[in-house]
């Protein structure tokens, strides 16, 4: 339901259970309002042009926002935008959500309780091993040290299903830098697994993983943490982190694989990347591995300013645009393992109903066949319908 309440010169909206402050009407007209990008709901208006941090337009305005365009903004990290709210949406109702009885499952397990345990343990440990490093260089030359934190945590990963299934009932936790690290070792950790890599080289990978953005901890915490869109200034001192990590691992020991993976993890396949603008084959193949397991960690961990992406969302958008930016070589083999580690995954479709995901299309790996009751839906086949969420 909702309903306009005047109070003194100002009106709110209550959409389903949504309220939304409006800007001081004038002459009886509603002002635009500026919302959070997580309480966007399609039919709003947007009133101004929409720009990324890269200065690219995302959206333009008097676009209409639907489901598409809403997460389009989330992926590009927009953390608000300016609305005007039409009567079109005064019939609009409170969606049910289903109880996420697979994720309450796995969380009450007490193979997940464990998990869970281990892996804050583990974050601590990294806070403590990364003040340490920062403290006695001499210890970058120790790569037993720096991975010891996460002994304990890599010995229950050996299955990188496993691994995914339980980092997804981990995403509510803040996108902290730490936190981040530790995912995208993770995901490294099972990643050189599908590349079939030997056990030296995955150690190696892991650790690339483990310590690819220390430069961030040079970077002032105001902006690291900061939990609105950074400005043009802020962006690029947010971007000497690859230099400066670069910088601080440059005379340690350390494999040149994990070096490059540090400095170069930021470059993309076609060029428009950073901090050199490499392409194709001059980008190390460490650096580009970390850039797709970085990225994806990034998309699919919830941060101040949005939730959680779904995971099939970013599997839509890095099948979309990512064969550009990251190298097919990495990115097929990567996407087609990330789907398969959510077979039989139950999820919530857009149409709301509530289905079990049974089988894969290898030509639309963001579209698989889900199992509602005794029906299937070939999502490759329906272009109205999509995966909203895993439950």
Known sequence: ????????????????????????????????????????????????????????????????????????????????????????????????????????????????????????????????????LLSDSKKLDDENYILECTSQILSECSNSMHTFDM?????DQDDLTYVHSLNVALICNSFATWLNFSPEDTRQLTLAGLIHDIGKTQIPPEILNKPTRLTDQEYQTMKTHVLLGAKLVANSKLDTRVKQAVLSHHERYNGSGYPQGLTGDKIAPFAKIVAIADVYDAMTSSRVYRDAICPFDVVGTLEQEGYTKYDPAYLIPFLKHIVQSYINAPVMLSNTLVGEVVMINNEHLSKPIVKVDDQFYDLSKKQDIKIRSLL
């Not at 980092?167 to 995403?171: A, D, Q, V």
């Open 167 to 171: 980092l997804h009932c981990m995403r």
């Open 1 to 132: 339901m909702c309903f306009i309440a005047d109070l003194s010169n100002f009106a709110y909206f209550i959409i389903g259970e949504k309220c939304f402050a409006l800007y001081e009407k004038r002459g009886g007209n509603m002002e635009a309002i500026y919302i959070s990008i997580n309480r966007a709901i399609p039919g709003m208006i947007v009133v101004e042009d929409i720009y990324s941090a890269g200065h690219d337009k995302i959206a333009t305005k008097n676009t209409i926002l639907n489901p598409k365009t809403i997460q389009k903004l989330k992926l590009h990290g927009i953390n608000g935008i300016p609305v005007m709210i039409p009567p079109s949406l005064a019939e609009k109702k409170p969606e049910q959500n289903p109880n996420n009885t697979h994720a309450n499952k796995i969380r009450s397990s007490i193979e997940f309780k464990k998990f869970k345990r281990d892996y804050n343990a583990t974050i601590e440990a990294l806070k403590s091993t990364m003040s340490s």
